[in-house]
């Protein structure tokens, strides 16, 4: 089964944003950068998707110039996707290009864990797809709600246990690499 990656709403929309902190993305991007570059040996191409919000005002209209990718993660990809919904199938024609090309299987990494990365996973586990979630290479924030603070390791953990065996398997980025590899041996 062909394999492609999501690399979702990976874009510089996030670090304007007043949740971004830096400590939180720098393991992060060293683990996206690794599976970028892992999936590229492999063969298995990139798709990027973007979010925007047109007309919002917010890091994410395309009119404040920030819908474009992330510093150091500006990789070719075999196509890019606009989203406006928090998944990635629901607005775009993805599903439609990865079915026109043979591609069943996707991997799924990007920014936030339990927003477009969860909901992507969710529609394309419905949608008949099979998924790797590649939980280290996605980045969420703390979020607070009703006087408690969800640290983003409780979301990741929360979006973990929710998708896995339901939806997607959960993997990381070297046991891809040595999957990836042991194909080729």
Known sequence: MSSALLMIDVQASFPARDYWDEALAEPWRQRQRALLDSAREAGIPLVRIFHEAPGSGTPFDPANGLIHPLEGFDDPAATTFH???HNAFTDTELASWLRERGIGHLLVSGIRTEQCCETTTRVA?????????????TLTFP???AGRTWSAEEIRARTELVLEGRFARIVDVATLGEEWRARVA
């Open 143 to 145: 979020m607070h709600r």
């Open 83 to 85: 989203k406006r919904a």
């Open 125 to 137: 586990s419905d949608l008949g797809f099979t998924v790797d979630f590649v939980s280290e290479a």
